[in-house]
C-alpha cells in the first residue's frame, strides 16, 4: 500500500491515465514535501482515481486525473487506517478537467473518438447515455 522512497522515478511515458503526475517537474518537490510533513507514499490504480474523479464532478468539481489521485489516495490510506482521529487531510486540485476532455471522454466511452463535429458530439452523447 505505501512505499518508502529516496528518489522519484520519472517516467517518460507513464502507464496511468493521471499523465501529468509524471512531470518531471512535480516529483522531486512533492518527495521533499512527504518527507518534511512526515507523510506517507500511497499508491492507487487508475480505476480508484476515475472513481475519485467521478465523485468530483458529482459535486460540481471537474478537475483531471492528477488531481483526483490525491482524492483517491487519501481514500485508500483512510481505509488502510493511515490517519488518526484528529488528523486533518488536504488534497490539493489544482488541475482542471476542462483542458483533457479528450481523455475524460475516452476513460468513459473509450472506442469514441472525439471530433469536433455534431456527429461525434451526438455519438458521446448516446455512449454517455448507454453506459449510464
Known sequence: MHEELEEVPVLAAPATVAISIGDSTSGAPALEAIKRSGGRVVTVRDEEILASQRQLAAHGLLVET???????????????GLFGDRDQIVCLLTGSGAKW??????????????????????????TLRRSG
Not at 492528477?66 to 488502510?80: D, E, F, K, T
Request: net charge neutral; hydrophobic share 55%.
Open 66 to 80: 492528477a488531481s483526483a489521485a490525491a482524492v483517491a489516495a487519501s481514500s485508500a490510506g483512510a481505509r488502510a
Open 101 to 126: 476532455s479528450t481523455q475524460l471522454i475516452s476513460s468513459v466511452a473509450p472506442r469514441v473518438l472525439l471530433e469536433p463535429s455534431e456527429a461525434a458530439i451526438s455519438e458521446v452523447a448516446r
